[in-house]
């Protein structure tokens, strides 16, 4: 995956009614690792990663790069959405095409603000980068993550097998309005 080649990163803080979109700092660190240690957030993607190793290789300010939006509510980091250029995909339909993928902690999760936060990063992308078209991979096990593609505006591409499931590939594109 690459970046968006977009020169100006972070954008300025996108406030959304509950939640702000803003790049990582070095007091998201401990959440970062929360994130990525989370048996319950890694159900659907290959399992969590080792906490020790986390604490020993995660950087003092944690995805600080192109395409990573922590997701803050109330002052504090609860997610991070990633937009991502999918060179090099292994699905031709989203080879080249920027991908979004999201993860919330689990004591944020029914609450709408994965929605609300995706919705507000697809919003920033459709202004920066006008009738791109995005695409979203989740396994089709993830009820949840289907429901937000299709609330999102995800169709499906296709499904396909990969590490052991059945994955689903959707995309979302945007007609550029005339103007």
């Known amino acids: ?5 977009l ?8 406030g959304t009614g509950r939640l702000v979109l803003r790049g990582s700092e070095a007091r998201d660190r401990a959440t970062f ?6 048996a319950e957030v890694h159900t659907y993607l290959g399992g969590p990663h080792p906490r020790d190793e986390l604490e020993r290789k995660t950087p003092e300010v944690p995805e600080h790069r192109p ?13 991070l959405i990633l937009l991502r250029r999918g060179t090099g995909h292994s699905r031709p339909a989203a080879d080249g095409k920027v991908d979004l993928g999201y993860l ?5 999760w029914g609450f709408g603000y994965a ?12 202004r920066v980068l006008p009738g791109e078209p995005v695409v979203l991979t989740t396994q089709t096990a993830n ?22 499931a059945e994955q689903w590939l959707g995309m979302r594109s945007t007609a550029v309005q005339p103007g």
């Open 7 to 14: 020169a100006d990163w972070p954008p300025e803080p996108i």
């Open 33 to 38: 690792i929360e994130l990525l240690a989370s």
């Open 143 to 164: 009820a949840r993550s289907m429901r937000l593609a299709a609330k999102l505006g995800f169709t499906e591409v296709e499904r396909f097998e990969a590490w052991d």
């Open 1 to 5: 995956m690459e970046d968006l080649g």
């Open 67 to 79: 395409g990573s939006l922590v997701v803050e509510l109330d002052g504090a980091m609860i997610g």
């Open 115 to 126: 929605a609300e936060a995706c919705a507000a990063a697809l919003d920033w992308l459709d």
């Open 104 to 108: 919330f902690l689990p004591r944020a």
